[in-house]
Protein backbone atom coordinates (compact mmCIF):
# COMPACT_ATOMS: atom_id res chain seq x y z
CA UNK A 1 0.00 0.00 0.00
CA UNK A 2 1.20 3.23 -0.99
CA UNK A 3 0.97 6.77 0.44
CA UNK A 4 -1.88 7.41 -2.10
CA UNK A 5 -3.70 3.88 -1.22
CA UNK A 6 -3.37 4.54 2.30
CA UNK A 7 -4.36 8.11 2.36
CA UNK A 8 -7.67 7.16 0.04
CA UNK A 9 -7.99 4.56 2.75
CA UNK A 10 -7.82 6.64 5.52
CA UNK A 11 -10.28 8.65 4.01
CA UNK A 12 -12.95 6.57 3.62
CA UNK A 13 -12.25 4.80 6.84
CA UNK A 14 -11.61 7.32 9.65
CA UNK A 15 -15.42 8.76 9.91
CA UNK A 16 -16.73 5.45 10.38
CA UNK A 17 -14.25 3.78 12.35
CA UNK A 18 -14.50 7.00 15.26
CA UNK A 19 -18.23 6.91 14.59
CA UNK A 20 -18.50 3.12 15.42
CA UNK A 21 -16.06 3.49 18.63
CA UNK A 22 -17.36 6.37 19.70
CA UNK A 23 -20.43 3.99 20.00
CA UNK A 24 -18.50 1.60 21.87
CA UNK A 25 -16.71 3.58 24.77
CA UNK A 26 -19.29 6.59 24.47
CA UNK A 27 -16.58 9.67 24.35
CA UNK A 28 -16.01 11.25 21.02
CA UNK A 29 -12.64 12.79 21.89
CA UNK A 30 -11.11 9.66 23.09
CA UNK A 31 -12.44 7.51 20.12
CA UNK A 32 -10.89 10.54 17.47
CA UNK A 33 -7.42 9.93 19.52
CA UNK A 34 -7.69 6.14 19.52
CA UNK A 35 -8.29 5.99 16.06
CA UNK A 36 -5.71 8.36 15.01
CA UNK A 37 -3.26 5.99 16.76
CA UNK A 38 -4.44 3.32 15.28
CA UNK A 39 -4.21 4.54 11.91
CA UNK A 40 -0.63 5.64 12.99
CA UNK A 41 -0.03 2.26 13.66
CA UNK A 42 -1.46 1.02 10.91
CA UNK A 43 0.69 3.21 8.46
CA UNK A 44 3.91 0.94 9.87
CA UNK A 45 1.96 -2.14 9.39
CA UNK A 46 0.92 -1.32 5.87
CA UNK A 47 2.37 -3.73 3.60
CA UNK A 48 0.52 -6.25 6.47
CA UNK A 49 -2.92 -4.62 5.46
CA UNK A 50 -2.01 -4.64 1.78
CA UNK A 51 -2.39 -8.91 2.32
CA UNK A 52 -5.24 -8.34 4.93
CA UNK A 53 -8.75 -9.12 3.63
CA UNK A 54 -10.31 -6.36 5.85
CA UNK A 55 -7.84 -3.27 7.04
CA UNK A 56 -10.58 -1.48 8.33
CA UNK A 57 -11.20 -4.40 10.81
CA UNK A 58 -7.62 -4.50 11.72
CA UNK A 59 -7.91 -0.57 12.31
CA UNK A 60 -11.20 -0.71 14.45
CA UNK A 61 -9.64 -3.51 16.14
CA UNK A 62 -6.43 -1.88 17.43
CA UNK A 63 -8.10 1.45 18.08
CA UNK A 64 -11.23 -0.52 20.52
CA UNK A 65 -7.66 -2.24 22.17
CA UNK A 66 -6.17 1.02 22.28
CA UNK A 67 -9.57 2.24 24.10
CA UNK A 68 -9.40 -0.18 26.29
CA UNK A 69 -5.32 0.05 27.63
CA UNK A 70 -6.22 3.99 28.46
CA UNK A 71 -9.00 2.85 30.35
CA UNK A 72 -7.74 0.48 32.33
CA UNK A 73 -4.43 2.92 32.98
CA UNK A 74 -7.31 5.76 33.79
CA UNK A 75 -9.09 3.32 36.62
CA UNK A 76 -5.30 2.02 37.85
CA UNK A 77 -4.42 5.47 38.09
CA UNK A 78 -7.23 6.50 40.31
CA UNK A 79 -7.13 3.47 42.56
CA UNK A 80 -4.93 4.68 46.12
CA UNK A 81 -1.29 4.31 46.06
CA UNK A 82 -0.02 0.60 47.44
CA UNK A 83 1.79 1.34 50.20
CA UNK A 84 4.83 -0.72 49.39
CA UNK A 85 5.63 1.60 46.24
CA UNK A 86 3.62 4.87 47.72
CA UNK A 87 5.55 7.98 49.11
CA UNK A 88 7.23 7.40 52.44
CA UNK A 89 5.05 7.85 55.37
CA UNK A 90 6.02 9.48 58.79
CA UNK A 91 5.39 8.45 62.24
CA UNK A 92 6.09 9.79 65.49
CA UNK A 93 9.13 8.81 67.10
CA UNK A 94 8.60 5.87 69.96
CA UNK A 95 7.62 6.92 73.06
CA UNK A 96 9.96 6.29 76.23
CA UNK A 97 8.11 3.80 77.43
CA UNK A 98 7.38 1.74 74.39
CA UNK A 99 11.69 2.27 74.38
CA UNK A 100 11.86 0.16 77.51
CA UNK A 101 9.26 -2.35 76.92
CA UNK A 102 11.29 -3.22 73.81
CA UNK A 103 14.38 -3.05 75.55
CA UNK A 104 12.78 -5.07 78.69
CA UNK A 105 11.50 -8.05 75.74
CA UNK A 106 14.90 -7.92 74.28
CA UNK A 107 16.07 -9.38 77.67
CA UNK A 108 12.93 -11.83 77.38
CA UNK A 109 13.74 -15.93 76.11
CA UNK A 110 12.63 -15.70 72.83
CA UNK A 111 9.62 -18.29 72.93
CA UNK A 112 8.25 -15.77 75.96
CA UNK A 113 9.05 -12.59 73.62
CA UNK A 114 7.33 -14.17 71.17
CA UNK A 115 4.15 -15.33 72.90
CA UNK A 116 4.02 -12.02 74.66
CA UNK A 117 3.86 -9.79 71.57
CA UNK A 118 1.66 -12.41 69.48
CA UNK A 119 -0.99 -12.58 72.98
CA UNK A 120 -0.77 -9.20 74.00
CA UNK A 121 0.47 -6.62 70.83
CA UNK A 122 -1.40 -8.65 68.04
CA UNK A 123 -4.61 -9.34 70.24
CA UNK A 124 -4.54 -12.79 69.33
CA UNK A 125 -6.43 -15.22 71.80
CA UNK A 126 -4.25 -18.00 73.79
CA UNK A 127 -5.98 -20.83 71.40
CA UNK A 128 -4.52 -18.80 67.86
CA UNK A 129 -1.01 -18.50 69.66
CA UNK A 130 -0.83 -21.92 70.31
CA UNK A 131 -1.89 -22.93 67.08
CA UNK A 132 0.66 -20.54 65.39
CA UNK A 133 3.57 -21.27 67.57
CA UNK A 134 2.80 -25.09 67.41
CA UNK A 135 2.11 -25.84 71.05
CA UNK A 136 -0.33 -26.79 73.51
CA UNK A 137 -2.21 -24.19 75.54
CA UNK A 138 -0.64 -24.85 78.22
CA UNK A 139 3.02 -23.77 76.59
CA UNK A 140 1.49 -20.49 75.84
CA UNK A 141 -0.12 -19.70 79.41
CA UNK A 142 2.47 -20.86 81.02
CA UNK A 143 5.19 -18.67 78.97
CA UNK A 144 2.24 -15.82 79.19
CA UNK A 145 2.60 -16.15 83.10
CA UNK A 146 6.41 -16.69 83.42
CA UNK A 147 6.40 -13.59 80.40
CA UNK A 148 4.89 -10.92 82.11
CA UNK A 149 6.50 -12.10 86.03
CA UNK A 150 9.78 -11.19 84.65
CA UNK A 151 8.64 -8.24 82.46
CA UNK A 152 7.22 -6.59 85.59
CA UNK A 153 10.36 -7.37 87.60
CA UNK A 154 12.64 -5.68 84.72
CA UNK A 155 10.02 -2.68 84.38
CA UNK A 156 9.82 -0.18 87.18
CA UNK A 157 7.43 3.19 87.29
CA UNK A 158 11.51 4.72 87.07
CA UNK A 159 11.19 3.83 83.40
CA UNK A 160 8.31 5.93 82.49
CA UNK A 161 5.79 2.61 82.34
CA UNK A 162 2.45 3.61 83.27
CA UNK A 163 0.42 0.42 85.12
CA UNK A 164 -0.65 -2.34 82.29
CA UNK A 165 1.38 -0.31 79.86
CA UNK A 166 3.40 -3.25 79.31
CA UNK A 167 -0.04 -4.93 77.23
CA UNK A 168 0.12 -1.94 74.88
Known amino acids: MDEREFDDFYAASYPRVVAQLYAMIGNRDEAEECVQEAFVRAWSHRRKLERAEHPEAWVRTTAHRLAVSRWRRTRLAKRPTDRAVGPRTTTAPPTES???????????????????????????PVHEVARELGVPEGTVKARLSRGRAALAALLTDDDGLQEGASHA
Not at 108 to 121: C, G, N, S, W
Open 98 to 124: HVALVRALEQLPEAQRHTLVLHHIADL
